[in-house]
Every structure is written in structure tokens, then in C-alpha cells.
């Protein structure tokens, strides 16, 4: 079982930039798909990005492409999202999760989220 928890969100005004972390806990990190969800104000979760596990393939939802890019340090137990060009669309609370299958569907396990605010 992997326990996450984010931290990096706050509030910036549009064209700023942002980076998200995720910090896992356990020992096998590099055996986890990690991803990054978002969920803006009344609307359902969506998908944002991922990466396997050992950081050779990475995968982005057309919205973001191009301004985020996530990435991971497996010595560090940590996953990252770097938010660039940030848009008052980005908000939202963005969630980090983790499975061990190696492109996974669904994700297992989730943080707690981070608020991402982008307004003037």
C-alpha cells in the first residue's frame, strides 16, 4: 500500500507558473504508474497526466500539452507536475494517484489534493 500526499498549490494569475509535488510513501515507488487528476467546481475528475514507472513514458490530456509536464524522482519517492502558461481554466484541486499496473485504467491510491487557483 502506498500512502500520497501533494503539496505546491496556491493561488497565481494567468501565464504564471506552478509546480505540483507528490510524495509516496513505501519503498517500491518506481513499481507505480503515478498520475495527476483535477477536479474543478461542479465538475467530475478528469485526467491531467501520467508516467510510468520508470519515468520512460509520459501521457497528457490535450488541454494541458505542451504547458505541463509531469515527471518523477524515484530516489526521492516523489512525482512531480510542472504548470506552465497556467490558465483560469487550470483551477481546480489536483489529486496525485498511484497503481501498479503498468498503464493502468483506474488508480488505486490517492492523495488528499492540492488547491490550484489561476486568477487575475
Known amino acids: 500500500q502506498v500512502q500520497l500526499v501533494e503539496s505546491g498549490g496556491g493561488l497565481v494569475q494567468p501565464g504564471e507558473s506552478l509546480r505540483l509535488s507528490c510524495k509516496a510513501s513505501?519503498?517500491?515507488?518506481?513499481?507505480?504508474?503515478m498520475a495527476w487528476f483535477r477536479q474543478a467546481p461542479g465538475k467530475e475528475r478528469e485526467f491531467v497526466a501520467a508516467?510510468?514507472?520508470?519515468?520512460?513514458?509520459?501521457y497528457y490530456d490535450d488541454s494541458v500539452k505542451g504547458r505541463f509536464t509531469i515527471s518523477r524522482d524515484n530516489a526521492k519517492n516523489t512525482a512531480y507536475l510542472q504548470m506552465n502558461s497556467l490558465k483560469p481554466e487550470d483551477t481546480a484541486v489536483y489529486f496525485c494517484?498511484?497503481?501498479?499496473?503498468?498503464?493502468?485504467?483506474?488508480?488505486?491510491?490517492w492523495g488528499q489534493g492540492t488547491q490550484v487557483t489561476v486568477s487575475s
Open positions: 513505501g519503498r517500491t515507488f518506481s513499481s507505480y504508474a
Open positions: 494517484a498511484a497503481d501498479m499496473a503498468y498503464l493502468p485504467s483506474s488508480y488505486a491510491y
Open positions: 508516467i510510468t514507472g520508470l519515468g520512460r513514458r509520459t
